[in-house]
């Protein structure tokens, strides 16, 4: 299983027709959410969350979305009321297993979700074997995707490839609107590595550094958006920003601080998300066999100076998104052993020796050669010994 997420390109109507969708689905999950909590004071119904559920779903389709004043919820499509259901069991599932917290009433505030399938039309009939593909939907290579229920709408990245897919979920983050889905990693041809090996040195001055020479560093951009955005929360610090307990309203400079704030915030994970995933997917196309090592964040997270780089530079997002691309671009992840030590050791004649963090430069005592503290790294870790080397 691979995912894809796209963001939407829309225009101002076609933003209020997402809007409105997620307002629906919000209000079919908050409405089937205040339903099974206030079934709960009944004694004599026995049934467990699932089948109340399903109860509620018949009282929506067949009571509340007939009333005139519901009118509305019949120009979207059918799927975002059955899959606010389906989201609304699966909460529910998570909390019986206490995997999470009691399922919260959704907010405009905290970004909106829906999602979309595509129901298949032909059923198969008695005794004949069902269609293969009638549920799922083609998705062209290129800017433009056609959504279940929906109209073809504009991608501000392309798709590189012809894929399939049933299920679609539509996100907004801040103002931005995304498109995501699953598809088969099977359909997808092998891809050729014009190199066999390498180990990557995932770093604090640099995000990756690469045996074979390269380096991806993270855009200065990242510290920019970041003392914009402290500035942003100090000289809004004694802004009264409500309290639905307390009865205090939000003023109205208070709304338009919240929208601000979201989007800068959304604006510097997108920065980093987005290098990432570039140097990911770069790295995976170019090299077969990658190398990285096994880092103990908790113990870095706990020296204090290097907290901040540490989780600035994401090393576990790295990590995660070179090993689930392992499906897709046909590559080998592999984790070199925490003990082994490649920053302190030459990478031309073996020598080990101590090593300050604040030392950018290996300069071995032995032979005398010179070279960057994590180029001498990334080499170290390509030519690490077998058998302190795992798959990841
Ligand atoms: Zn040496």
Not at 32 to 60: C, M, N, V
Not at 177 to 182: A, G, K, L, N, R
Not at 295 to 319: P, Q, T, W
């Amino acid at each position: 299983m691979f995912a894809i997420k796209r963001e939407l390109k829309l225009n101002n109507f076609e933003r209020s027709l997402m809007g409105g969708i997620a307002g629906f689905k919000r209000f079919v999950y908050n409405y089937g959410l205040d339903l099974i909590t206030a079934s709960w004071g009944f004694e004599d119904i026995l049934f467990g969350d699932s089948k109340r559920i399903d109860a509620i779903k018949k009282i929506f389709t067949q009571v509340t979305m007939k009333k005139p004043e519901y009118k509305w919820m019949k120009k979207y499509p059918s799927t975002v009321y059955q899959s606010a259901f389906i989201d609304l069991k699966n909460a529910f599932n998570r909390w019986r297993k206490g995997l999470a917290e009691f399922p919260k009433k959704k907010s405009k505030k905290k970004g909106d979700s829906f999602t979309v399938y595509k129901t298949s039309g032909i059923y198969p009939s008695k005794g004949k074997p069902a269609l293969p593909f009638t549920n799922r939907v083609v998705i062209d290579a290129g800017k433009s995707i056609k959504l279940p229920g929906l109209k073809t709408f504009r991608l501000k990245e392309r798709i590189d490839f012809i894929c399939s897919s049933q299920t679609f979920t539509i996100s907004r983050t801040a103002d931005r609107w995304f498109v995501s889905f699953v598809i088969d990693v099977q359909k997808i041809p092998p891809i050729y590595h014009p190199i066999e090996k390498v180990g990557v040195d995932l770093g604090v001055k640099c995000l990756a550094t690469v045996s074979d020479g390269t380096c991806y560093a993270m855009p200065t951009t990242t510290k920019t958006a970041k003392t914009k955005l402290s500035k942003l929360q100090w000289r809004n610090r004694h802004k009264i920003l409500g309290n639905k307990k307390l009865g205090i309203k939000a003023s109205q400079k208070a709304r338009k601080y919240y929208i601000k704030l979201a989007r800068n915030y959304a604006k510097l994970s997108n920065i980093r998300r987005d290098t990432i995933q570039k140097m990911t997917t770069d790295l995976s196309r170019r090299a077969y066999c990658i190398r990285i090592e096994d880092l103990n964040v908790c113990g870095m997270i706990g020296n204090h100076k290097l907290a901040r780089a540490v989780s600035d530079n994401c090393f576990y997002e790295v990590r995660r998104q070179l090993i689930y691309k392992q499906g897709h671009y046909g590559t080998k992840v592999e984790i070199v052993d925490r003990w082994f030590p490649s920053s302190k050791m030459c990478s031309v004649c073996g020598h080990i020796q101590a090593m300050k963090l604040s030392d950018r430069v290996f300069r071995c005592q032995k032979c005398d050669r010179t070279l960057d503290r994590d180029e001498n790294a990334s080499i170290n870790l390509e030519n690490a010994p077998d058998k302190l080397v795992r798959s990841a």
